[in-house]
């Protein structure tokens, strides 16, 4: 079966998630990767496939090495990636503003 | 329908704005940053120190289920003005990101009803990028079980 990846496949798994992040302030061979992980190496390995696959990782060539790092046009793609960011400090105010109001309530 | 949060990020700037606007008087909206176990309830948090004063400081502490530090965030406060501003350092302990520079606004706009202002200053435009990208990468909660762990190796 030939599975089309997508981005949002590919962020939809926590591991592949937390390799992304890892992968936001350098560049890493896969090994390096996966001494990250208690996960198999292998597995990794398919997460790393995936992750390349759809574009959100791109691959390096250095001497002997090749190097992964983050596609940051293709987090683009995933309509806007500030917009989870948003959303936790939207959700963190909703919290603020109903603790606030049962304050209120509860004092009158 | 209008989004209530809202995030100003500029390309290529080291800074973001946060704005909110609360249905809240502006005496209980500042309150909500001012009283510990206030702050406790909405950040989800330990607040294991909160000097709301001028020259005070702060430290909170996320927990797992086991009671393992998930996550700890402190600064220092460097001007607290009641219903007006704190102008206060953001730093994630044991985390390669540096510390940030928050600037609080707090507005009336209403009896009812105020605003708050965030302009949250990064050491780099790198440095903003990556802390926007976080929420992306872990989906909504940063007390992610392996956030540590993985710092604890990029460091």
Redesign the interface.
């Known amino acids: 079966m030939n599975l089309r990846r997508d981005v949002f496949q590919a962020?939809a798994d926590?591991t592949r998630?937390?390799i992304?992040?890892?992968l936001?302030?350098?560049s890493m061979t896969a090994g390096a990767i996966a001494?990250?992980f208690d996960t198999a190496r292998p597995t990794v390995s398919k997460h790393l496939q995936i992750l390349t696959e759809c574009e959100l990782l791109k691959q390096e060539q250095q001497g002997r090495e090749i190097y992964y790092h983050f596609n940051?046009k293709k987090?683009k793609e995933?309509s806007d990636?500030?917009?989870?960011?948003?959303?936790?400090?939207?959700?963190?105010?909703?919290?603020?503003?109903s603790?606030?109001?049962n304050?209120?309530t509860g004092k009158k | 329908m209008e989004?209530?949060?809202?995030?100003h990020?500029e390309d290529g700037r080291q800074e973001i704005f946060?704005t909110?606007e609360?249905?809240?008087p502006l005496d209980?909206?500042f309150?909500?940053y001012v009283e510990a176990d206030?702050v406790e309830?909405?950040?989800?948090t330990k607040v294991l120190q909160l000097e709301s004063k001028k020259r005070g400081a702060y430290h909170f502490q996320t927990t797992g289920p086991n009671g393992n530090i998930l996550f700890q965030s402190s600064g220092v406060i460097h001007d607290f003005v009641e219903n007006k501003n704190i102008t206060r350092t953001f730093e994630m302990e044991n985390t390669?990101f540096p510390v940030q520079l928050e600037y609080l606004d707090f507005e009336k706009i209403s009896d009812s009803t105020s605003k708050?202002t965030m302009h949250v200053i990064y050491k780099s435009v790198a440095d903003r990028?990556?802390i926007?990208?976080?929420?992306?990468?872990?989906?909504?909660n940063?007390a992610?079980n392996?956030l540590q762990?993985?710092f604890k190796?990029?460091n």
């Open positions: 962020i926590p998630r937390a992304l992040l890892l936001t302030t350098q001494s990250n940051p987090m995933v990636f500030i917009e989870p960011f948003r959303q936790m400090w939207d959700d963190r105010f909703n919290k603020l503003e603790v606030m109001k304050l209120k | 989004q209530k949060t809202k995030i990020a946060i909110r609360f249905d809240l209980l909206l309150r909500a206030l309830q909405w950040m989800g390669p708050l990028d990556a926007l990208k976080l929420p992306f990468a872990f989906g909504i940063l992610h392996r762990e993985i190796n990029v």
